[in-house]
């Protein structure tokens, strides 16, 4: 009758008094149990599948913003750079915990092959290689192959979990950190002094962040009998993981953090992740450094990194730009020039668009006017773009040159485009440079130089 009992649900009872609800234990059904498992197969796949995914993943994903890059103001750019970065460390973190659990989980596969083949593992009456004597130690050694199995898929479901959590948790912080640019946003539209300390309330969140969360800590531990303390605690907890579970996530997040970090004997256990995200966030920085948009949007960097003339960049040229990059600066078609004219394109960059005091419509004004008023509004516009954008070649300014609005090719970016007859050009080595009505807080200039070399048609 108990046997019976046992397979039915059982009800357990966590009230004290009426109205309060009751929690019901229900024993997991055969299906889950078997399917449990059998986990094993799922999680290959997926490792599988995964690590081929996220190899090629990194460059998409930067080339993806890259437009959002080109459309954002210095302030968008940072916030937009530490969300990347997040994302791009979670990636690199995945393919770390993924390729580690395919390994280990193929190795398991193999010792269990290997153990319904010789299920009692090492044969110590053997007199192959060193003979009994040798083969008696080693079984001391390696007594259990199951044991060591068990082990080993022990670990491998738990790197899976941990991984899951990675990339939902920077995720979350990529997120969030998206959400307060989108209110910094809003608040400099009606306090427009704050844009002169956001990088000053950005640290001042993070300290105040990451002392409340040490502050609770520490109060639970050393006050674990008070009821106000715990509620607070509790509350914040509650607030943290909603944020940095997206929410949806909150249930088995709150699972696996739970169940890991209760589980986990090591003293090491908080210095270990913190180790590894130095090193991760590290890798998600290499990948921003290595692409030319990221490392050069910054808010100082934006007005030098193009003024070196003694040295040739290849997102200056056509015939060398690599072509998974977006045109970001002026460019030319290549580094040497046999034509009659050199034709330049000058991509429009939306932190620059502010300062060249051009005529914007709002949306009613614009359905109303069509045809030759908006043809002239454009004509208004351009020339606004000629006087933001000063050409010289060899310190010569190039006047009345022919400019026209053009959208590039290459991922359709909208720009101007000109060209410069020949006849401005020296045999050998030129500079075109392109002086911009744009000046950091430092007063330092947005300056443009390209080399080239022009050599006459024989």
């Known amino acids: ?29 055969k299906w889950l149990k078997a399917l449990e498992a059998q986990s094993w197969q799922a999680e ?33 750019f940072m916030f937009l750079s530490f969300a990347s970065m997040f994302l791009l460390a979670g990636i690199d973190s995945l393919i770390l915990f993924f390729g580690f659990h395919f390994i280990f989980r193929s190795i398991w596969i193999a010792l269990l092959g290997l153990n319904s083949v010789y299920p009692d593992g090492i044969d110590v009456g053997s007199t192959n290689g060193g003979g009994p004597k040798i083969w ?43 959400l307060i640019y989108q209110l910094f946003q809003l608040l400099i539209a009606v306090f427009p002094v704050m844009s002169n300390y956001v ?15 040490l502050v609770m800590q520490y109060l639970m531990k050393k006050y674990p009998d008070n009821k106000r303390i715990e509620k607070y605690s509790l509350a914040y907890g509650d607030a943290i993981g909603k944020a940095f579970s997206l929410y949806v996530f909150e249930q088995a997040i709150g699972y696996i953090t739970s169940i890991l970090f209760s589980n986990v004997k090591s003293k090491y256990f908080i210095v270990v992740p913190l180790i590894f995200g130095f090193f991760i966030g590290m890798a998600g920085g290499r990948h921003i450094n290595s692409n030319p948009v990221y490392d050069n949007f910054g808010a100082d960097e934006y007005f030098t990194f193009n003024n070196k003339p003694f040295k040739t960049f290849p997102f200056n040229y056509e015939n060398l730009k690599q072509e998974n990059v977006r045109i970001f600066t002026p460019i030319i078609p290549a580094d040497i020039i046999y034509e009659d004219v050199l034709k330049v394109f000058i991509p429009t960059i939306e932190r620059e668009k502010k300062h060249m ?12 006017n ?4 908006r043809d002239s ?27 026209q609005y053009y959208t590039h090719p290459n991922a359709q970016e909208e720009g101007i485009l000109t060209y410069i007859p020949a006849t401005k050009f020296k045999k050998g080595k030129n500079i075109l440079e392109i002086r911009k009505n744009y000046f950091s807080e430092d007063g330092v200039q947005k300056i443009v130089k390209i080399p080239f070399y022009f050599e006459r048609k024989n």
């Open 357 to 368: 005091d051009l005529v914007e419509w709002g949306l009613l004004k614009r359905i109303k």
């Open 199 to 213: 990088i000053h309330i950005v640290i001042g969140i993070y300290v105040l962040f990451t002392l409340s969360s």
């Open 136 to 178: 008696k130690k080693m079984k001391e050694k390696y007594p259990s192959l199951s044991n060591y199995n068990q082990e080993l898929d022990d670990n491998c479901s738990l790197v899976f979990s941990v991984a899951t959590v990675t990339i939902i948790f920077v995720t979350s912080i990529s997120v969030l950190i998206l």
């Open 377 to 403: 509004l454009h004509e208004i516009n351009l020339q606004r773009y000629i006087n933001f954008n000063q050409i010289f070649v060899n310190d010569v300014v190039c006047s009345n040159l022919d400019v």
């Open 1 to 29: 009758m108990e046997d019976k009992n046992t397979e039915q649900d059982k009800a357990v009872s966590t009230s004290s008094g009426e109205g309060k609800k009751k929690t019901v234990k229900r024993k997991a059904p």
């Open 44 to 76: 290959l796949l997926i490792s599988g599948l995964v690590i081929a995914g996220l190899l090629q993943l990194p460059d998409i994903f930067i080339h993806w913003c890259e437009g959002y890059i080109l459309e954002s103001n210095e302030m968008g």
């Open 370 to 373: 069509i045809g030759a008023a």
